[in-house]
């Protein structure tokens, strides 16, 4: 039976480019998004490849989102053998600007709606004896940086989830990891250096350069690369690796 796999913030960035890798690997894709028109896109270019792909257009921060999206997959495909909790958002301000609808809106997106859609799908994982969630953090679940508390405190939780879980379905043939990048071209990378260009007054150039040097090997990284993190996590041959937080970050954070 092919393989079914969840990815949530499917139709755009990072999310797309996980989508589009794993039609190439010949699964079952359930795409999810807000965004209609763009995640149709999406559906009809992993079919073009030869993946059969469905969609869920929903607002993950709903209560109801998680049964939602068990139930479309269910539908559509049978029980999931991945789960990919991709979306998510980073917005900066400094402490006295981070106010209570600040945090509140990282941390629904970020931590309790994939949360409540692994709540959701996972009892099905377990009916079909294993299967793989994957949680996108950021180098922000590992260490911290100025202005973006609301940010780093979502993944952090996450990340700390992510291993609590792990533990918790140790034995159930189930694998919890999280992928944690640095800066990722993206519409999010290019949001950050228009931030940074207008409160700071550097070019674009030099705003690129300010974060590449976080990086030992000073660049930014391509979705690509988190994507092909993606699919070895789901492969069999990872089952090994549980509770891991896995940077792709160039040697920025050593752990």
Same mark, same amino acid.
């Given at each position: 039976?092919?393989?079914? *796999?969840?990815?949530?913030?499917?139709?755009?960035?990072?999310?797309?480019?996980?989508?589009?890798?794993?039609?190439?690997?010949?699964?079952?894709?359930?795409?999810?998004?807000?965004?209609?028109?763009?995640? !149709?896109?999406?559906?009809?270019?992993?079919?073009?490849?030869?993946?059969?792909?469905?969609? &869920? *257009?929903?607002?993950?921060?709903?209560?109801?989102?998680?049964?939602?999206?068990?139930?479309?997959?269910?539908?559509?495909?049978?029980?999931?053998?991945? @789960? *990919?909790?991709?979306?998510?958002?980073? /917005?900066?301000?400094?402490? !006295?600007?981070?106010?209570?609808? @600040?945090?509140?809106?990282?941390?629904?997106?970020?931590?309790?709606?994939?949360?409540? #859609?692994?709540?959701?799908?996972?009892?099905?994982?377990? /009916?079909?004896?294993?299967?793989?969630?994957?949680?996108? &953090?950021?180098?922000?679940?590992? &260490?911290?940086?100025?202005? +973006?508390?609301?940010?780093?405190?979502?993944?952090?939780?996450?990340?700390? !989830?992510?291993?609590? @879980?792990?533990?918790?379905?140790?034995?159930?043939? *189930?694998?919890?990891?999280?992928?944690?990048?640095?800066?990722?071209?993206?519409?999010?990378?290019?949001?950050?250096?228009?931030? #940074? +260009?207008?409160?700071?007054?550097?070019?674009? +150039?030099?705003? /690129?350069?300010?974060?590449?040097?976080?990086?030992?090997?000073?660049?930014?990284?391509?979705?690509?690369?988190?994507?092909?993190?993606?699919?070895?996590?789901?492969?069999?041959?990872?089952?090994? #690796?549980?509770?891991?937080?896995?940077?792709?970050?160039?040697?920025?954070? /050593?752990?």
């Amino acid at each position: 039976m092919t393989p079914t *796999v969840i990815i949530t913030g499917a139709s755009r960035g990072i999310g797309k480019v996980i989508a589009l890798e794993l039609a190439q690997k010949g699964y079952n894709l359930m795409l999810v998004a807000r965004s209609e028109a763009p995640l !149709a896109v999406v559906q009809s270019e992993c079919e073009t490849i030869g993946a059969k792909a469905a969609t &869920c *257009v929903v607002d993950i921060t709903q209560e109801d989102a998680g049964a939602t999206i068990r139930d479309a997959n269910l539908n559509a495909f049978g029980p999931p053998w991945g @789960l *990919v909790n991709n979306a998510g958002m980073a /917005e900066s301000a400094p402490l !006295a600007k981070t106010d209570d609808d @600040l945090l509140r809106r990282h941390m629904e997106l970020n931590f309790y709606a994939p949360m409540r #859609i692994t709540r959701s799908v996972l009892p099905r994982m377990i /009916e079909m004896a294993g299967g793989r969630v994957i949680n996108m &953090c950021s180098t922000a679940a590992l &260490c911290g940086y100025p202005y +973006v508390s609301a940010y780093g405190a979502s993944k952090h939780a996450l990340l700390g !989830a992510t291993r609590a @879980l792990a533990r918790e379905f140790a034995q159930k043939k *189930v694998t919890f990891n999280a992928i944690c990048p640095g800066y990722v071209h993206t519409e999010v990378w290019e949001a950050t250096i228009k931030n #940074i +260009v207008d409160k700071t007054g550097l070019d674009e +150039v030099q705003a /690129e350069d300010k974060l590449k040097k976080l990086s030992p090997q000073y660049r930014i990284f391509q979705p690509a690369e988190i994507a092909h993190t993606v699919a070895f996590l789901l492969s069999e041959e990872s089952h090994g #690796i549980t509770g891991q937080a896995i940077s792709i970050d160039g040697g920025e954070i /050593e752990h």
